[in-house]
């Protein structure tokens, strides 16, 4: 079994729609959970990340977190088509570095 | 620099082949990663520096791998006999500090390997 799951879709949303992305772990002892963007072609970037049960809301990115059923989603409101990229989930326990997910491809059709 | 700065781009080598990777990370940034990431999959962690000193090198997948980092600012990843499962794209990414508190790794833009 994997450490961190995610789909790998290609997830495709009409434009404006809400994109819902998810990703779930194995590892019990994480304590901190992020979701990275990457263009293709490009290195990650940081977009969210949430450290605690419920839900962290910036901007039109909300992410939400279950630790009981070991769950981290990304839900991005109003897409745009320049949110078209893959969305890597990561997550950080015992160890001091990131696992990532292999990576949900979104498509955002104008 | 601005942000973290890895060469070459892009190395293209024969199996066998010895090759280096350096990475210059951002200025004041302690902890240092190396992560590979192959076509369609998530990055893989590789190894971490605190420091001068390789904090966790468990993801060095054998000894032909090997990565330093001896003033604690520039590391460079050395690669002996290269072999064509080791295509890949090599990312180094620094942060302010390591911990699991946080993960606001910033990437460079990675070095594309490719073993012919």
């Known amino acids: 079994q994997k450490e961190v799951e995610q789909n790998s879709g290609p997830l495709s949303v009409p434009e404006g729609a809400i994109a819902s992305l998810n990703c779930t772990y194995s590892d019990r002892g994480s304590q901190s959970f992020f979701w990275y963007r990457q263009y293709s072609g490009k290195s990650p970037e940081l977009i969210m990340s949430?450290?605690?049960?419920g839900d962290k809301e910036d901007g039109r990115f909300t992410a939400q977190l279950n630790k009981a059923s070991q769950y981290v989603s990304l839900l991005i409101r109003d897409s745009q088509p320049s949110d078209s990229a893959t969305y890597l989930c990561?997550?950080?326990?015992?160890?001091?570095?990131?696992?990532f997910g292999s990576g949900t491809q979104l498509t955002v059709l104008p | 620099g601005a942000g973290v700065s890895q060469t070459p781009s892009n190395k293209v080598t024969e199996k066998g082949k010895y090759v280096e990777l350096r990475c210059d990370p951002i200025?004041?940034?302690?902890?240092l990663y190396w992560y590979r990431q192959s076509l369609g999959q998530g990055p893989e962690f590789l190894i971490y520096f605190q420091g001068t000193g390789a904090a966790d090198d468990s993801g060095l997948p054998n000894d032909r791998f090997f990565a330093v980092r001896p003033e604690g600012s520039v590391s460079t990843l050395k690669i002996q006999r290269t072999e064509r499962g080791d295509s890949a794209v090599y990312l180094c990414a620094s942060s302010l500090t390591a911990g699991t508190d946080t993960g606001e790794l910033f990437f460079g833009e990675g070095s594309r390997l490719t073993v012919l």
């Open positions: 200025s004041g940034h302690t902890a």
């Open positions: 990561a997550v950080s326990g015992s160890a001091r570095q990131l696992t």
């Open positions: 949430i450290y605690s049960n």
